[in-house]
């Protein structure tokens, strides 16, 4: 069997249950989830996928995790052993995978019968060849048309691109050392792009800081409307209306990165910032070759 744990926003989990999906799909073995040591990371955290989308993995039991962990399975231990701080991150442990970088590990495309996958996958290049068996795992529920359906009626009326800000959590001291702030300058970088390439196009600008897109794109002459991802919507509806616009631009973080992925647009435009860790950490298979970096 192969065990998932799930961990952070729903983003880094889609990447981590998509990843383990795949390795179950190609192996023909059951795949598990467990999201038991959640408590030990401080992330931002959406809620657990199976919650959000009707995926088709059950959840591991502590007998699952016994078989395929041993000793190990105590979610406690488990975060002393596999977690980035820890001294013994980059061992080599029986019947685990842990990622520590975006690039495939051999061991990650071993036949083993038993694996545990723990780290984060942010690759599609870890499910590319189930790409479509991942996409029929994060379908969009029905009832979200009718909680948002004049903003759906109005993004498939015409020409529309998502526009992603998050600020919140990325301006804290942890994540600012981690991350690239994606300025202003990189947003009016992508929106001139897209509208000199789409005629009549509406930005739909979804940020956890409506106040500030207000205040720097009120005057740029683009015809947009502001969502307020904390307030307006749960985040399958946010993730969802991205989706169905024509175009995306996204911000350096895994949600935006999943709505374009799962935005089914032939046609698409995707752009994405071309700095997105501070922290050394090599992504350079994180962005699709067919995305644009600016």
């Given at each position: 069997?192969?065990?998932?744990?799930?961990?952070?926003?729903?983003?880094?989990?889609?990447?981590?249950?998509?990843?383990?999906l795949?390795?179950?799909?190609?192996?023909?073995?059951?795949l598990?989830?467990?999201?038991?040591?959640?408590?030990?990371?401080n992330?931002?955290?959406?809620?657990?996928?199976?919650?959000?989308?009707?995926?088709?993995?059950?959840?591991?039991?502590?007998?699952?995790?016994?078989?395929?962990?041993?000793?190990?399975?105590?979610?406690?231990?488990?975060?002393?052993?596999?977690?980035?701080?820890?001294?013994?991150?980059?061992?080599?442990?029986?019947?685990?995978?842990?990622?520590?970088?975006f690039?495939?590990?051999?061991?990650?495309?071993?036949?083993?019968?038993?694996?545990?996958?723990?780290?984060?996958?942010?690759?599609?290049?870890?499910?590319?060849?189930?790409?479509?068996?991942?996409?029929?795992?994060?379908i969009?529920?029905?009832?979200?048309?009718?909680?948002?359906?004049?903003?759906?009626?109005?993004i498939?009326?015409?020409?529309?691109?998502?526009?992603?800000?998050?600020?919140?959590?990325?301006?804290?001291?942890?994540?600012?050392?981690?991350?690239?702030?994606?300025?202003?300058?990189?947003?009016?970088?992508?929106?001139?792009?897209?509208?000199?390439?789409?005629?009549?196009?509406?930005?739909?600008?979804?940020?956890?800081?409506?106040?500030?897109?207000?205040?720097?794109?009120y005057?740029?002459?683009?015809?947009?409307?502001?969502?307020?991802?904390?307030?307006?919507?749960?985040?399958?509806?946010?993730?969802?209306?991205?989706?169905?616009?024509?175009?995306?631009?996204?911000?350096?973080?895994?949600?935006?990165?999943?709505?374009a992925?799962?935005?089914?647009?032939?046609?698409?435009?995707?752009?994405?910032?071309?700095?997105?860790?501070?922290?050394?950490?090599?992504?350079?298979?994180?962005?699709?070759?067919?995305?644009?970096?600016?």
């Amino acid at each position: 069997m192969i065990i998932a744990n799930l961990m952070g926003g729903l983003g880094n989990q889609m990447f981590q249950y998509s990843a383990a999906l795949s390795l179950s799909y190609e192996t023909q073995s059951p795949l598990l989830i467990t999201n038991d040591m959640s408590s030990y990371f401080n992330q931002h955290n959406n809620g657990p996928l199976d919650q959000i989308f009707p995926i088709s993995s059950k959840r591991a039991t502590k007998s699952d995790l016994y078989k395929v962990l041993g000793l190990k399975s105590s979610p406690i231990l488990r975060y002393l052993l596999f977690s980035e701080k820890s001294f013994f991150h980059n061992w080599n442990f029986k019947s685990v995978v842990n990622e520590s970088n975006f690039h495939l590990a051999n061991k990650f495309l071993s036949d083993g019968d038993d694996l545990y996958l723990h780290g984060y996958f942010q690759s599609e290049n870890f499910f590319i060849k189930s790409c479509e068996f991942v996409r029929s795992e994060f379908i969009f529920e029905d009832r979200l048309t009718q909680n948002c359906e004049s903003l759906f009626n109005e993004i498939r009326r015409h020409p529309s691109a998502s526009i992603h800000i998050r600020r919140g959590d990325y301006l804290n001291r942890r994540n600012s050392k981690l991350f690239h702030a994606c300025d202003l300058d990189y947003y009016l970088r992508a929106m001139q792009y897209v509208a000199s390439r789409t005629e009549k196009i509406k930005f739909y600008i979804f940020s956890d800081d409506p106040k500030w897109a207000h205040e720097n794109f009120y005057h740029k002459g683009y015809d947009f409307c502001i969502i307020n991802t904390i307030s307006y919507a749960a985040a399958q509806t946010d993730m969802f209306l991205m989706s169905l616009c024509d175009h995306n631009i996204i911000a350096n973080s895994t949600f935006s990165w999943w709505a374009a992925w799962l935005n089914s647009n032939n046609d698409k435009i995707v752009i994405s910032p071309d700095k997105w860790f501070k922290n050394g950490r090599n992504a350079s298979d994180l962005i699709p070759n067919s995305w644009i970096k600016i």
